[in-house]
């Protein structure tokens, strides 16, 4: 669950973030959607705790973190996908993240499935596709098997076949009870991805709503 109360973020004068306020529940995917310069990314870091409110605060399964201190099995974060630049196999990667956090061998081969790179596991990280890679970004924030995952921007560049795969996991950990909450500056990802939306601008709500209501009323 992730409650944001009258969240504010202000860069000198800039105001970035400007008393927002929303919740995102267990069991459903909601999309947190907005255009470049919304206040999405600075919104996410706060949530992490990598970022301090100005004013406000935002909880995260009932509980304010600070300085990236959330626990893998509370949250599992992919930060803006970028390209992997290593030798090693997916593996290896997510053999080398897993021991950083304490997790065991079973779970590094228990997401490798969940995600479906079973038959690139052993091939080079760095060589991947964009889509393999997201499927890699999405296998380390599931290392810990976390109640609440927050996804930015994970579909981003994919074909519509790539989308819909992401779709199906995402949909199948909320229904498993997590909390899941992705961004996206497209309307046309979020229709194929998530149920309930969280819509910003300038740093501002526009709307709570669902997925289904937006079609309705288009
Ligand atoms: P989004 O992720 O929706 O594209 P951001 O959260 O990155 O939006 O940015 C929201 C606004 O805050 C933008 O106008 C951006 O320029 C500004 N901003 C973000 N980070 C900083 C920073 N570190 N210093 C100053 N302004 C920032
Ligand atoms: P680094 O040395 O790069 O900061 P960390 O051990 O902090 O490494 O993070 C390793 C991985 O854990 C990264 O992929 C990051 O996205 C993820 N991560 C960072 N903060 C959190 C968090 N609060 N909860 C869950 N995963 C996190």
Known sequence: MIEARGLEKRYGDKVAVHDLSFTARPGVVTGFLGPNGAGKSTTMRMILGLDRPTRGEVLVNG????????????????????????????????????????????????????????????????????????????????????????????VNGLDPDGIRWIRDLLRDLAAQGRTVFLSSHLMSEMAMTATHLVVVGRGRLITETTVAEVIASA
């Open 63 to 154: 509980r304010r973190y600070r300085d990236a201190a959330a626990p893998m099995h509370e949250v599992g974060v992919m930060l803006e996908a970028r390209a992997i630049h290593t030798g090693r196999s997916a593996a290896k990667h997510l053999l080398a993240l897993a021991r950083t956090h304490g997790i065991g061998r079973r779970r590094v081969d228990e997401v490798i499935d969940l995600v479906g790179l079973r038959e690139v596991a052993r091939k080079r990280a760095g060589g991947f596709s964009l889509g393999m890679g997201q499927r890699l970004g999405i296998a380390s924030a599931l290392l810990g098997d976390p109640a609440t995952l927050i996804l930015d921007e994970p």
